[in-house]
């Protein structure tokens, strides 16, 4: 008979989901969550916060007792298996970003596919703005760039002169811009739409101006060695975003705690996985893409680049350990 204070409707609702937990804990058996696969070990943290509100609601019904002391038990087996193994492992970092964070981008690809569109759509609107309205891009540009532009001249030739401080205030910048994009997200992913959008209308803007004053190769062979992988980076970010608004605005079946404590998981998974793109994006803005290299060499560049990350992204998923599932 279950306890009066908790309507049998109540355990049979919740109890499949015990049951689901004692499965995966018997999965593990002895060795660890490491048996277990990344969409396996997302199912046991959520089930394991889920088990420990249940704890919560049974604990406050002394008439309960026998349940909450299962739950604990429970929750007592499922924590000595999360929290046991090697979390410190010197090769923790390694092996986030050489297994976790390639197969956590694949498995949020679609995050990263709705920033990439967003960003084409509004690059390609600021072009057309920029072509059918004369003096459009004067509402967006600076007055310094629009006369470098008219003078035919680059605006980024005085990065040389500095290269060490433009290459630290460039990674300061593009951290910064994926961090703020990526907490945005927060804001039921308005603040992400509304950065992916702006960037994206000024790229455009940006481009047709250039286009038109004669400049389209210098300038896209400046932006393609370091933007291979500064512009995937930010869409990363993005997607990112998207996914925090996603848990905040759309939890499906669970509640939006939980929707949103998951895809949070995920999401700072893939902010940390952006920084060392980052990081090398900054160098290369600063050091090969303003230098007096021949232009089809800083393309070869770009598609080596692109080649190697694509690869990179691509790398297989390890057996999954408690410090580096999604």
Known sequence: ????????????????????????????????????????????????????????????????????????????????????????????????????????????????????????????????????????????????????????????????????????????????????????GIAAGVGTLYMLAFNGLLIGVIGTVCARAGMAVPLWSFVAPHGVLELPAIFIAGGAGLLLGRGLVAPGPLSRREALADCASRAVRLLLGVIPLLVIAGVIEAFVSPSDLPVPAKFLIAAALFVLMSAYLALPAAPVTPDSAP
């Open 1 to 184: 008979m279950p306890p009066l204070g908790i309507s049998a409707r109540w355990i049979e609702k919740r109890k499949p989901y015990w049951d689901r937990l004692e499965a995966l804990l018997r999965a593990c058996g002895r060795r660890s969550v490491a048996a277990l696969t990344h969409a396996e070990l997302r199912e046991l943290a959520l089930l394991y916060r889920q088990t420990a509100s249940d704890l919560s609601v049974a604990r406050e019904d002394p008439t309960s007792v026998p349940l909450a002391q299962y739950l604990n038990d429970l929750l007592g087996r499922a924590h000595n298996l999360i929290y046991s193994g090697d979390k410190r492992r010197a090769g923790g970092i390694r092996h986030f970003y050489l297994r976790v964070f390639p197969a956590v981008f694949r498995e949020t690809l679609p995050y990263t596919a709705a920033a990439l569109a967003i960003f084409l759509a509004t690059g390609v609107a600021g072009a057309i703005l920029t072509l059918s309205n004369p003096g459009f891009e004067r509402l967006l540009l600076p007055a310094t760039m629009m006369d470098t532009i008219e003078r035919r001249e680059m605006w980024t030739h005085s990065i040389l002169a500095v290269k060490p401080l433009a290459s630290s205030a460039i990674m300061t910048n593009n951290l910064s811009v994926a961090l703020v994009m990526f907490a945005s």
